[in-house]
């Protein structure tokens, strides 16, 4: 039996360094590390991934494999479901690092299976729905810079010049989206706490900044 770290690296403020510690840190320790860089999680399925259909390979009845959180596999709904259960079903217990969650096919009664199912769907679901208003706020922020660019033929004051990047924006929806503190989100980006708490409360304003000092 064997124990597995599967991280997926989507963005340049993430690092399976980060993720590593992270896990360490909540006292796993692993056979084998296996990492996805800039692949995206919605678009690519785990199967599809070079390093995810290696995992699939790899993985035997008995292992362990253990993610940051549920969207590290993806975010996408179904191909998340997919993917645990089929790990499931092979006799695999997936964990996620923050909150401790445990998945596994040992459920006997169907009650049991049920509920377990239903937060394998939540957090799943949960997954897509933060990518999809990322890609909202960005194109809303976009869309509102041009449009205020147009109005002023070039000649609107911008701004001061935005201390954050694109990535940024999407890596503190997220990790707000999961309950995460802003000081955990500062530490984790780099970014000031200030900073964190503009971004986290207006993020199309936020990509508004960027459009306007592209």
């Given at each position: 039996m064997a124990t597995f770290l599967y991280a997926r690296v989507s963005t340049t403020e993430q690092t399976l360094d980060h993720q590593r510690t992270q896990a360490e840190a909540a006292g796993f320790t692993f056979d084998h590390v296996i990492a996805d860089h800039g692949v995206s999680g919605v678009a690519v399925k785990m199967k599809d991934r070079p390093e995810g259909k290696r995992l699939f390979d790899?993985?035997?009845?008995?292992?362990?494999?253990?993610?940051?959180?549920?969207?590290?596999?993806?975010?996408?709904?179904?191909?998340?479901?997919?993917?645990?259960?089929?790990?499931?079903?092979?006799?695999?217990?997936?964990?996620?690092v923050i909150n401790g969650m445990v998945f596994d096919g040992q459920a006997t009664d169907p009650m049991?299976?049920?509920?377990?199912?239903?937060?394998?769907?939540f957090m799943a679901a949960m997954g897509q729905s933060q990518a999809e208003a990322t890609k909202e706020a960005q194109r809303a922020g976009i869309a509102a810079a041009k449009a205020k660019q147009g109005e002023d033929a070039g000649t609107a004051y911008k701004g001061r010049k935005?201390?954050?990047?694109?990535?940024?924006?999407?890596?503190?929806?997220?990790?707000?989206?999961?309950?995460?503190?802003?000081?955990?989100?500062?530490?984790?980006?780099?970014?000031?706490?200030q900073t964190v708490y503009r971004i986290k409360d207006d993020p199309a304003a936020a990509q508004a900044a960027l459009a306007a000092w592209a």
């Amino acid at each position: 039996m064997a124990t597995f770290l599967y991280a997926r690296v989507s963005t340049t403020e993430q690092t399976l360094d980060h993720q590593r510690t992270q896990a360490e840190a909540a006292g796993f320790t692993f056979d084998h590390v296996i990492a996805d860089h800039g692949v995206s999680g919605v678009a690519v399925k785990m199967k599809d991934r070079p390093e995810g259909k290696r995992l699939f390979d790899m993985l035997r009845s008995g292992d362990t494999l253990v993610v940051r959180w549920i969207d590290r596999l993806g975010r996408n709904y179904e191909d998340v479901t997919d993917t645990i259960r089929d790990f499931m079903r092979r006799g695999v217990t997936v964990r996620t690092v923050i909150n401790g969650m445990v998945f596994d096919g040992q459920a006997t009664d169907p009650m049991s299976a049920a509920v377990r199912d239903a937060l394998i769907g939540f957090m799943a679901a949960m997954g897509q729905s933060q990518a999809e208003a990322t890609k909202e706020a960005q194109r809303a922020g976009i869309a509102a810079a041009k449009a205020k660019q147009g109005e002023d033929a070039g000649t609107a004051y911008k701004g001061r010049k935005p201390s954050y990047t694109a990535e940024n924006v999407a890596t503190v929806a997220d990790m707000a989206g999961k309950g995460m503190g802003v000081a955990e989100i500062a530490r984790t980006t780099g970014l000031s706490r200030q900073t964190v708490y503009r971004i986290k409360d207006d993020p199309a304003a936020a990509q508004a900044a960027l459009a306007a000092w592209a």
